[in-house]
Nanobody, 123 residues
């Protein structure tokens, strides 16, 4: 079992930056794929970014809407995955969730989810 805890959300002005953290406990996180999703009010949850487990080659994958603005990374020593968000737009406002498991990178479902952290971007 893996417990995920997101942090780092808050209120930021458009054009600003925020870094979200997803801290894991219970397992060696580096062997897990980890993804960020977000859900805006009245909308379905959508994929944001994914980083592969440490043993798998390949670059992170991003949604088109965040490509070039968001960066996902991991610190294996801290069992933490980050989402650095820059040049934020009001449409980035959402609850951001991290998810993780050891399924294939393109697997559609995830075994473990965090509770979410709110990011609000003011115009």
């Amino acid at each position: 079992q893996v417990q995920l805890l997101e942090s780092g959300g808050g209120l930021v002005q458009a054009g600003g930056s925020v870094r979200l953290s997803c801290a894991a406990s219970g397992r060696t996180f580096s062997n897990y794929r980890v993804a960020w999703f977000r859900q805006a009010p009245g909308k379905e949850r959508e994929f944001v970014a994914i980083i592969r487990p440490i043993w798998m080659r390949g670059d992170p994958i991003y949604a088109d809407s965040v490509k070039g603005r968001f960066t996902i990374s991991r610190d294996n020593a801290k069992n933490t995955v980050y989402l650095q968000m820059t040049n934020l737009k009001p449409e980035d406002t959402a609850v951001y969730y991290c998810a993780a498991d050891q399924k294939p990178v393109d697997g559609p479902t995830y075994d473990f989810w965090g509770q979410g952290t709110q990011v609000t971007v003011s115009s």
